[in-house]
């Protein structure tokens, strides 16, 4: 079983400038989600699909952060304009049907840094 | 506000010995439990979860044991390997939500 896939790794860009990042989630896996993670501190949750719905994104920076998926598959992540305080870890994560399983299923991350 | 708390930034112990890492939360709404893996430059691997209806779940090296009374809980890894050496991150995941709230983290050393 192919895992959840992230592109791309790594990302270095100046402060101000916008990023876009990609999640390919588990085949079959509803619910989406993506975390912050800031070195020395674990991964904190932007948001939540579930298919193409928001299920909470309570601690998504709306201003300038953004995510969609489309079709209930493939998600994005953008930040513009990003700001020094935004590098760090993303981390795409994907989870069954609901009575199937409850644990996420993480991809690699992309680590991004604002310079 | 850190709803789960890893207490213990780093962790050292002798391969074979046992490894017990701790985890604490506030919210009592959180129903279930998990433990992750990280190595360095990837995702957390999921190691063992717990539902709040049992007080242990052993999987072979790993046993996940939870106090709701004191709401803690923790990791007994017995005989630890040198492969064991990772960061460990507690989450929990509030009642009918399959949301995960992460814990800091534990960094764990497994000295051969």
């Known amino acids: 079983e192919a895992g959840v896939a992230q592109s791309p790794r790594y990302k270095i860009i100046e402060k101000r400038q916008s990023v876009a990042f990609w999640c390919n989630p588990i085949?079959?896996?509803?619910?989406l989600y993506w975390y912050q993670q800031i070195l020395g501190q674990g991964p904190k949750l932007l948001i939540q699909f579930q298919n193409n719905g928001v299920v909470d994104d309570s601690q998504l920076p709306k201003d300038r952060f953004s995510a969609e998926r489309l079709k209930g598959v493939d998600s994005t992540l953008k930040i513009q304009p990003a700001k020094l305080e935004d590098s760090a870890v993303y981390l795409c994560a994907s989870s069954p049907p609901r009575g199937v399983g409850t644990e996420a299923f993480f991809g690699q991350g992309t680590r991004l840094t604002v310079v | 506000d850190q709803q789960v708390k890893q207490n213990s930034p780093s962790l050292s112990v002798q391969e074979g010995r046992i490894s017990i890492l701790n985890c604490d939360y506030t919210?009592?709404?959180?129903?279930?439990f998990l433990w992750y893996k990280k190595y360095p430059a990837e995702g957390p691997t999921f190691l063992i979860s717990?539902?709040?209806?049992?007080d242990k779940n052993e999987d072979g090296r790993f046993t996940v044991f939870l106090n709701k009374s004191a709401k803690h809980l923790s990791l007994h890894i017995v005989p630890s390997q040198p492969g064991d050496s990772a960061v460990y991150f507690c989450a929990a995941s509030p009642s009918g939500t399959y949301k995960y709230i992460f814990g800091t983290g534990t960094r764990l050393k497994v000295l051969a």
């Open positions: 085949s079959g896996h509803a619910t």
């Open positions: 717990i539902s709040s209806i049992k």
């Open positions: 919210n009592s709404m959180f129903d279930y």
